[in-house]
């Protein structure tokens, strides 16, 4: 395969295809007896899955292999793994040698090992004894370099780094910050290989119970024809605006970010068709390829189908599926609407042609979008009326009536797609571009938009699991992929091609299997290794020991910034000598959110750099479980709340931000790949383009209500278009375009206004306080007497248990339906007076907040003391902030309407 970095000519489709099968499905593809093989063990691998996802697995398989399916997912895993990735560039890719044969069936059965061997260990306790440390050592060895294989060298040489401090994190060498007292082989392996708490962890687990559907969903989905149907529909709509390509890659990307969880296979399956027509109108090949980069990446966010890190979040933060989108859907709302944007301004400066005879009517085209969108959703939340009509008139039979329903609508769907031609992807290169009509071609695959109705239903309406949702959706691609093609055939009266189009049916459902596993084998390996990863942080306590470091450089960081404040004197300017250690410290303390704000700079850099070398999945994995805790606890330490969902979506943003980030975005590569133009520059560009990406999960960290956290349907409507409007303001403002090119006060103007209409609280909250004190001799007496909903925060002081160093927290505590006089004792919270001190005991066992103090000294020489305690103060709604806000934005507005056309004349459009 020819690469391209530096403005080489485009790759074929041939090539183009090597290159995803490559970084995501494993080059290798042997023909023949061993092809075949493989191909029925992926089979075998979908079809395992599916059942295990079944309401009837319980029925449908054993009960150790329900109980042991963790291991049986990894051994497909590792034996596909040797089977499709080859050791080296140079090794063959027709055949499968000798030595890949040994390293696939041993793989296999090492994760198998604990099911094999499944009495043997729960006899001696969950404990590997000498025998099994060797296996297990084997094993992870084995899994290393098949990680190697299928996710390149950085994540097996980031679990080895690991692995290794285990063992040696006593040693000398080992800084004292850092040293823990080691671990023996045994303990060790027992810990990774034997039981829950590492290769076969959460990770491994949600791999197995959720992400393998929806992947499979996406392969299905994509092997029916969806794909191709929402690219020509995002063209149809958008195709014929200025810049329309563009905004139809943008929006055919996010349609596809339904089908692939995969930013390579996004780029390359919309960009082949989208790239050359954005080169046509006018945008570079690196700003087309960064377009499509921007807009293919950002399909791991856009719900109701995310990533796998999406799924990892319902198990490490602890809320249901349904909560991590629900969060998720505003910033990912808008980001796609900024995005939109972007390429709308680009064409706007740039004076760039429109494609087609079409005539340009702009509201026509946002209230068809709106209209689609809204007709979907009300599909979607509407379906639950006819559920419950069938289950009141016959509750015993309401699955059966309802599945002959949905198959019957299916029918009628297809009978109307039927009666256009199908649709066959266009040539981007042909001399006249014929822009497809919405009216003629959405009757082609309205088909498709019910699976993923049926998946949103039983996410949303039904609140079930995710891999139960995904099971019945993908049930329904199974019918459809299998009766599509004789269906036509019989509605079109083509009877004689009605055994060839189900045959082709088949085919199509066997292909999909087959794609559905080859693309879980990265993933599958990705989990398993950053368990490798989890486990070292769960056993050594390394979690802790950074949050510790993490402070202690952010603490020395403000209180250096807190010593040039005072230093400098605050009326003449000058320098002044004063060494007074209490007066710097009492700044530094005053300063502790530039803590938070360093740590969060620290997780993103972090998250950067590491995805430089792991797939998203395993980037979140590691980020989060080093990271999460310490912001939490150190945003407390601030006086800042922060929920933990926050948190993980911010390490998400900046983990599928590694896909644009040169110098080793494999997202950017694959765009240069289709467009012919140079990598590195490409990927910058698109780096640019995400500059939204990047300033979002600084925004949600400290505004939740973007993630709709305890807002009102109003609120949330309200918080909706304010964003709307900010995220546009702040592009205009980093595009330097707004109604014209933009002057630089303009400029910062624009990113000051988005700055205010983001964080209205930043600016009231300085107007007034936002919290008043209470003496903390008054607490009990203010909680016990308090309204129900009125919310407290109270700083903590103590010993560590550890350390019996003094640290704080800052708790959240929320008035609810407690009986008066007795939320004290329900809370856990019991103070006593010792002198000026209000003590804290230790909260019992099961009390709310009995977790949070576990690592703090009840029984030192120090006390446990509320230093602390604020309400809610009386405060001006924060909403006001947006009027001066919108005014400024009105006079930027009036200043740039006096220099329309004036400035943009063709010439200074392109200079």
């Not at 040293?179 to 060790?188: F, P």
């Not at 599926?321 to 859907?329: D, L, N, S, W």
């Not at 009517?361 to 979008?369: A, E, K, N, Q, Y």
């Not at 973007?706 to 900010?726: K, N, P, S």
């Amino acid at each position: 395969m020819t690469e391209n970095t530096s403005g080489g000519r485009a790759l074929t489709e041939e090539e183009l295809q090597d290159l995803v099968s490559s970084s995501d499905a494993g080059a290798r593809n042997p023909a023949g007896s061993v092809g075949t093989f493989l191909a029925i063990v992926a089979i075998v691998w979908s079809l395992f899955q599916v059942m295990l996802a079944s309401p009837l697995s319980n029925q449908l398989l054993p009960g150790s292999v329900i109980n042991n399916s963790r291991q049986i997912h990894l051994a497909f895993a590792i034996f596909l793994a040797f089977m499709a990735y080859p050791m080296l560039k140079s090794s063959p890719r027709h055949y499968i040698p000798i030595h890949d044969w040994l390293l696939a069936l041993g793989g296999a059965f090492l994760a198998l090992y604990g099911y094999i061997f499944y009495d043997k260990i729960v006899n001696s306790g969950g404990l590997a004894d000498d025998t099994d440390k060797w296996f297990a050592l084997i094993g992870l060895v084995i899994l290393f370099e098949g990680a190697r294989r299928a996710l390149g060298p950085a994540m097996a040489i980031i679990a080895t780094i690991f692995l290794l401090y285990v063992f040696f994190g006593s040693s000398q060498a080992v800084p004292d910050v850092i040293r823990w007292k080691g671990a023996s082989l045994q303990k060790a392996m027992s810990h990774m290989w034997i039981t829950s708490e590492g290769v076969f962890g959460i990770a491994l687990g949600v791999s197995t119970k959720f992400v393998f559907l929806f992947v499979l969903f996406g392969a299905l989905l994509d092997k029916a024809g969806a794909g191709n149907y929402f690219i020509k529909m995002a063209f149809g709509a958008l195709g014929h605006l200025r810049g329309g390509p563009a905004k139809a890659a943008v929006v055919g990307s996010a349609a596809t970010g339904l089908i692939s969880g995969s930013s390579i296979a996004n780029v390359v399956t919309t960009g082949t068709f989208t790239i050359p027509l954005m080169k046509r109108v006018g945008f570079s090949s690196e700003k087309g390829g960064a377009v499509e980069v921007a807009s293919s990446v950002n399909g791991q966010i856009m719900p109701p189908v995310m990533g796998a890190a999406a799924f990892l979040m319902v198990e490490y933060v602890g809320i249901s599926y349904v909560e991590v989108i629900t969060h998720a859907f505003l910033p990912a709302a808008i980001s796609y609407i900024a995005l939109v944007y972007i390429v709308h301004l680009e064409a706007v400066k740039n004076n760039m042609p429109t494609i087609g005879d079409r005539e340009v009517v702009l509201t026509r085209t946002i209230l068809g979008m709106f209209s689609f969108f809204a007709v979907f959703a009300g599909l979607c939340y509407g379906s639950q009326f006819p559920v419950q009509a069938v289950n009141a008139w016959q509750p015993s039979l309401a699955g059966v009536i309802m599945s002959l329903l949905i198959f019957a609508i299916y029918v009628v769907l297809v009978g109307m797609a039927a009666s256009v031609p199908d649709l066959e992807p266009d040539d981007p290169n042909a001399e006249e571009v014929h822009l497809p009509v919405i009216g003629e071609i959405y009757k082609a695959g309205l088909y498709f938009l019910l699976p993923i109705i049926v998946l949103v239903y039983f996410l949303m309406i039904e609140k079930k699991s995710p891999g139960l949702s995904a099971f019945w959706a993908t049930t329904l691609l199974f019918v459809i992929l299998v009766t599509q093609k004789p269906l036509k055939a019989m509605f079109r009266g083509e009877g004689s091609a009605l055994a060839s189009s189900i045959a082709g049916g088949v085919g199509d459902l066997i292909a999909g299997l087959i794609d559905g596993a080859r693309n879980m084998i990265g993933i599958g390996l990705a989990t398993a290794t950053a368990g490798v990863i989890v486990g070292t942080v769960t056993l050594t306590g390394i979690g802790q020991v950074m949050a510790n470091l993490v402070e202690s450089m952010a603490f020395g960081l403000t209180y250096l910034s807190a010593a040039v404040v005072q230093m400098a004197h605050p009326l003449t300017g000058f320098i002044g000598m004063t060494s007074d250690f209490a007066t710097i410290a009492d700044r530094a303390s005053d300063m502790t959110g530039t803590i938070l704000v360093f740590v969060l700079m620290c997780v993103g850099l972090l998250s950067l750099i590491l995805g430089m070398g792991l797939p998203t999945t395993a980037n979140y994995i590691v980020v989060s479980s080093l990271m999460a805790g310490v912001v939490v606890e150190l945003g407390a330490q601030s006086g800042l709340i922060v929920p933990l969902i926050a948190v993980h979506l911010f390490v998400f943003y900046f983990g599928i931000m590694a896909d644009v980030t040169p110098p080793v975005g494999l997202a950017s590569f694959a765009a240069a790949a289709v467009s012919g133009g140079d990598a590195i520059r490409t990927g910058f560009v698109a780096f640019f383009y995400s500059l939204r990406t990047v300033a979002l999960p600084f925004v949600f960290i400290f505004n939740t209500d973007l993630l709709l956290i305890d807002v009102t349907w109003a609120q949330g409507i309200l918080v909706f278009v304010t964003a709307t409007i900010a995220i546009l303001v702040f592009t205009a403002g980093t595009m330097g375009y707004f109604l014209t090119r933009n002057r630089i006060y303009e400029s910062i103007a624009l990113i000051f206004i988005a700055f205010a209409l983001f964080r209205p609280d930043f600016f009231m909250n300085r107007i007034q306080p936002p919290f008043e004190d209470i003496a903390p001799a008054q607490f009990a007496e203010t909680v016990e007497a308090a309204e129900a909903g009125r919310e407290f925060r109270v700083v903590v002081s103590g010993p560590d248990f550890d350390t019996s160093e003094i640290t704080e927290t800052t708790l959240l505590v929320a008035i609810g339906d407690e009986e008066q006089g007795t939320r004290m004792d329900a809370f856990g919270l019991l103070t006593l007076e010792e002198g000026d001190q209000i003590v804290l005991e230790e909260p019992l066992f099961g009390t709310p907040y009995a977790e949070t103090f576990q690592d703090y000294d009840f029984y030192g020489d120090d006390f446990v003391t509320i230093k602390e305690v604020k309400a809610p103060a009386d405060q001006m709604p924060k909403e006001l902030i947006f009027i001066p806000a919108l005014l400024l934005l009105g006079l930027v507005v009036l200043l740039q309407r006096g220099r329309m056309g004036k400035e943009d004349t063709p010439e200074g459009a392109t200079a």
